[in-house]
């Protein structure tokens, strides 16, 4: 059955594509970096980027299901900061007075105690911000489906918005509780926070989970069959009388809830809910994954194999980058995402494409030959520890040197093409 | 006609030996032919014979091909559409290249617009020499709306005075009338003669023996790639031609078998679909009729005078809620959604496939399944065995020829592609069957399967309610037609009394 194997590998080329590079990745990185080959760093780094791949793993599935439905959802960021606000706001709203301390304005009133929590009151509170989120994802539906938005626009508003409504809402909930308005909540209790070290395996648990159910609901529900021909054809969909609006209204209150989830997981693993900062971008990073395990933006295409593994493969990326230049992970996330969302979908677009493919026509040819050298020439000057200058203009006039000489040839086998 | 028209000893086109391989499949094999100048040259074939492949090849569309083609005399190898252009070569595709939103001028000029002293755009000669293209057609189409307004027969129209601005003497026409209504037909064979008259050499792909014959010097048939034979049209006929396409004899539905209709399962009382913003007010007005257990019914009608409308709103599926009645087996029903009108057991195959109909991205299981998947499923779980032992059977009973089940939708030819989309509806077991141009795109032998599957269904006690934009078709196979001219009921026919000049008369009627 060697047709059947064929098909199948042909069926997942993308995933199979996805785990030779990660492996790739992972070889590099054990070859350069001595934090893969101590038994205690190794341990230390495989549990910072298990959770660190699971948070973002979490609502990038969200944003999956969102595109694969043909839309689009841009408020994960400020969800993330919105909910996280809210679970942290909701917990000090529920805990008793610490009657060891008072207001300093007020003798009378009592600070919140956070530092050892009844387990009812996180409970209640995670309860109400993931209901809060249903609402969240269900106003994007309505704006969508019934007030006919686009749902770049719709999601885009809330971008902006729940943010700005998050840092209000915190000042609020500080100034009834602590008698001042804060623009940050700490948490004390040891419980939640121990995500950050010792239970780094919670949010992992939860994402996997989380994995197994959107994989049964998109490969084995006839809801998830219907969310492809959502996302493949809208008209045709509703006209074979599948309810497309409740649909949209399902991908978008599980876009939003998984990004509410990665909110409160996120609040914890800080210790501390700061609406003006937290999950800035983060957005983005959800839609990278998805797209780099390739989902189509233009919907219907997508699988939660896919998903798990370009969320896996940026993460990894980012870290080996960090590892292996000695810096914070956090410098290099966007520049990393940045070129590998050009790469992994210029692969998909290059493949079968041959060795024919003319890369640098006209005059934007000419411009990009500069444009990639420069490029190649900065990246390599701030990632570089010592004589920043000297190795980005080397980089840089080898790369110039290389491209400028395909883009030539590639004129001189245009000028052959045409007198043959 | 003149059918002793002096051809050249050079031949305008001359193709030697052209084979094109796609992965598995030979499109075309050693196909040698010349066309000679001014000559009007039919190319007949059924889906998938490899028409297509070949215009593309001749326009510059695929590069890639063994064998070799000459332009008067010159040994062509074009690498892209530009070189086509250049060698006087235009294609006017089944599925229009215009951009909606822009002017009649500006599509015409798109990409060499006419610029001013200052280097603006100079949108007044545009429309001026836009007037005299049509003016020189004898066609009355206004440069300064936008295309989108148009009707598709002006569109077409659009692109034909866009070829003669490129001065191209070589038109290649794909299927051009599959979107025609009559008198359009009529109009754009006026222009074509008139363009033969001026030198112009056309090749025409058609699946319509009527327009093939109408004007064609020579009929090439081609057949799995391969040609079959090149006629001259005075020495053979349509059903020669047909046979030859096919390569075997096609049944023409036998009903020497009346069928017999039985109760009303749908009636309709006063049906009226308002359009806000329009002069008419209305797309439909005051229909009535009724639907009956094992009849087809068909409705005829010009472009734009409600067919799809009518359908559409019986399926809850238009753009405004439509007034009056509608009863289903006497039960008086308003449908908002088509799953509403799926589970009161109508369903409707829809006019435009690629848009309205298929899904791409899925393949032909998926496609056929997914309108009974629902039903078949245990607590929202879709049941895999069920689902292939269902589309298996329906597969086999349609006879859609598929490597599979789980091959791309889009690997099927038109026809079959169709047939898989008749399927995903009943599936559903529907009673009421709605058929819109459901022959639209797709070949003779298809075709006559589609007749028989429809015959056979209606025998089964179905309701079948059908629109065509070919009357001959409407005509062999409706017990009754019903004619509408713009959005009202002009008309209704039996079977004995059904002509095509009656049914032509009432569609253009003004009933308003």
Known sequence: MRGEVAEYFFRFRNEFGLIAAILLVLGVTAAFSEAYQNVFTLELTAKAISRDTALVGIFALGAAIVIIAGGIDLSAGSVIAFSGTLFFGFIILLAPDDMATRWPGDAEKHFPDTSQLAWWIPTVAFALTMGVAFLVGSFHAWLITVIRLPPFVATLASLVGLRSLARLLIQDITEIRYGQRQSTITIGDENLTSISQSNWWIPCVIWIVLCILIWMLLSRTVTGRHLYALGGNEQAAQLSGIRTDRLKWLAYSIGAMTSALAGVLYACYIGTASPSSDGMGYELNAIAAAVVGGCSLSGGVGTVGGVILGTLFLRLVIDSVAKLFKSQPDLFEGLVVGLLVVFAVAFNELRGAGAKKVFFPHALGWLSVLILSGLLGVITAVTSSEEKLRSGLIVGVVAFGVLFSKAVHERVQAKRMLAS | ?512
Not at chain 2, 206 to 233: T, Y
Not at chain 2, 260 to 282: C, D, I, Q, Y
Not at chain 2, 374 to 383: E, L, N, P
């Open chain 2, 1 to 512: 006609m003149n059918d002793a028209r002096p051809s050249n000893a050079n031949p305008v086109i001359s193709f030697q030996g052209v084979t094109k391989e796609f992965p598995g499949v030979i499109a075309l094999q050693g196909i040698t032919f010349d066309v000679h100048e001014g000559e009007f040259f039919s190319i007949c074939g059924e889906n998938g014979a490899g028409k297509s492949t070949l215009m593309k090849i001749l326009s510059g569309v695929i590069t890639q091909y063994e064998g070799h083609f000459s332009v008067r005399g010159d040994q062509s190898r074009f690498s892209g559409t530009r070189d086509a252009e250049r060698a006087g070569i235009a294609i006017i595709h089944q599925e229009l290249n215009l951009v909606e939103q822009l002017s009649v001028a500006a599509n015409l000029f798109l990409g060499r617009e006419k610029r001013n002293r200052w280097g603006l755009i100079d949108d007044w000669a545009m429309e001026r020499e836009a007037r005299e293209l049509f003016g020189q057609l004898e066609c009355d189409v206004d440069p300064r709306v936008p295309v989108g307004r148009l009707r598709v027969g002006d569109q077409q129209l659009v692109e034909i005075a866009k070829a003669l601005s490129l001065r191209a003497d070589i038109l290649i026409m794909d299927e051009p009338t599959s979107a025609l209504t009559e008198s359009e037909v009529a109009r754009l064979f006026r222009v074509i003669a008139r363009l033969r008259e001026s030198g112009v050499t056309i090749l025409y792909i058609s699946h319509k023996m009527e327009e093939v014959f109408r004007l064609s010097d020579r009929i090439m048939v081609l057949r799995d790639g391969q040609m079959v034979s090149l006629l001259k049209r005075s020495e053979t006929n349509a059903q020669q031609v047909t046979q030859l396409m096919v390569g075997r004899e096609i049944a023409t539905l036998d009903c020497s078998e009346p069928r017999r209709p039985g109760e009303v399962v749908l009636e309709v009382k006063n049906l009226s679909l308002p359009w806000p913003g329009h002069v008419r007010g209305w797309r439909l007005k005051d229909i009535s009729f009724a639907l009956r257990r094992g009849e087809i019914v068909g409705v005829a009608g010009l472009m734009g005078a409600g067919r799809t409308e009518l359908l559409e709103s019986l399926f809850g599926a238009s753009s405004q809620v439509p007034e009056g009645e509608i009863l289903i087996r006497g039960k008086r029903m308003k449908f908002t959604h088509p799953s509403q009108a799926k589970d009161a057991g109508i369903a409707l195959v829809t006019e435009d496939r690629k848009r309205l109909g298929l899904f791409a991205q899925m393949n032909v299981r998926e496609n056929i399944s997914l309108c009974r998947l629902a039903k078949t499923s245990s607590g929202g779980m879709i049941q895999g065995g069920r689902e292939g032992r269902m589309v298996a059977e329906i597969v086999d009973q349609l006879g859609i020829r598929t490597a599979g089940t789980s091959v791309p939708i889009t690997s099927l030819s038109g026809g079959n592609q169709q047939k898989c989309i008749i399927g995903r509806w009943l599936l559903t077991e529907p009673q009421i069957l709605l058929l819109d141009d459901p022959t639209r795109g797709i070949d003779v032998g298809a075709k006559a399967e589609l007749y028989r599957l429809m015959d056979r269904l209606c025998r089964d006690g179905m309701a079948i309610l059908l629109t065509s934009s070919e009357l001959p078709e409407l005509l062999a196979v409706s017990d009754r037609i019903l004619v509408l001219s713009e959005g009202r009921l002009s008309g209704e026919f039996s079977r004995s009394e059904a002509t095509e000049e009656k049914i032509l008369t009432a569609a253009m009627q003004s009933v308003g």
